[in-house]
Nanobody, 122 residues
Framework: QVQLVESGGGLVQPGGSLRLSCAAS????????MGWYRQAPGKQRELVAS???????NYADSVKGRFTISRDNAKNMVYLQMNSLRPEDTAVYYC????????????????WGQGTLVTVSL
């Protein structure tokens, strides 16, 4: 069993900052690309940022210059530092990862976390 658990969401005022964390656990052999997605009410889930194992990063245009994704391969964790938050950043944020698992046999899984709510409001 492999799972991703997010933390760090909450209520923040416009212009404020939050840091999301996501921890992967289970029978992990190696984690490839990790990413953060978000889904606002009435909208489709969208990619916010992703980071390859090589640390190559990719960002949605709407968050470039404000959000920073990073990872700690030793701890199987990915982070999203969100600065200059706007009301339109309000959404449930989901962690995603492509993971090679070791048991019961070597196989590749795409895993999602349960989501953490970020609300940007006065």
């Amino acid at each position: 069993q492999v799972q991703l658990v997010e933390s760090g969401g909450g209520l923040v005022q416009p212009g404020g900052s939050l840091r999301l964390s996501c921890a992967a656990s289970g029978s992990i052999r190696i984690i490839n690309t990790m990413g953060w997605y978000r889904q606002a009410p009435g909208k489709q889930r969208e990619l916010v940022a992703s980071i390859a194992r090589s640390d190559y990063t990719n960002y949605a245009d709407s968050v470039k210059g404000r959000f920073t994704i990073s990872r700690d391969n030793a701890k199987n964790m990915v982070y999203l530092q969100m600065n200059s938050l706007r009301p339109e950043d309000t959404a449930v944020y989901y962690c995603n990862a492509g993971i090679w698992v070791a048991t019961p046999s070597l196989r590749y899984l795409e895993v999602w976390g349960q989501g953490t709510l970020v609300t940007v409001s006065l």
